[in-house]
């Protein structure tokens, strides 16, 4: 494990400052090239409240390690930019709220690739 926050994407107004500067401690590991994991987990609500958002490697660069859990996710693909993933994450929100995607609420995570690709994984029910 990297490191985590606890956050909001609707109420927090440094939501992006705390992402980013999260985000920048996986330069302190050495592990450019290795798969990345953004994990959302300890949800207080559904997405509109607080979460907790843990970054993680492949690679253990702590003796901290998460254990992403075997069950059930839809998977989401984008590529590895701001725009693209915050698009990903509004049609995942749409989709919830046209009751098109039954949410689980216990751990979601992005998944990035060295290549650029990503995969959002949601837990359903």
């Not at 927090?12 to 999260?22: A, N, P």
């Not at 401690?25 to 843990?54: A, C, F, P």
């Not at 254990?67 to 049609?91: M, R, T």
Request: with cysteine; proline share 2%; net charge negative.
């Amino acid at each position: 494990m990297i490191g985590k926050i606890r956050t909001n994407n609707f109420t927090d107004k440094d939501l992006f400052e705390k992402i980013g500067s999260l985000w920048s401690k996986t330069s302190d590991h050495n592990i450019e090239n290795e798969v990345k994991y953004g994990i959302y987990h300890q949800y207080e609500s559904n997405y509109r409240g607080d979460y907790t958002l843990t970054i993680a490697a492949e690679t253990p660069v702590s003796n901290e390690k998460f254990v992403i859990p075997n069950q059930e996710y839809a998977v989401f693909e984008c590529l590895q930019d701001g725009h693209s993933i915050g698009e990903a994450w509004k049609k995942i929100w749409q989709l919830e709220e046209e009751k098109k995607l039954n949410r689980k609420y216990s751990l979601d995570f992005e998944k990035y690739y060295p290549d650029g690709k990503v995969e959002i994984h949601i837990a359903i029910l």
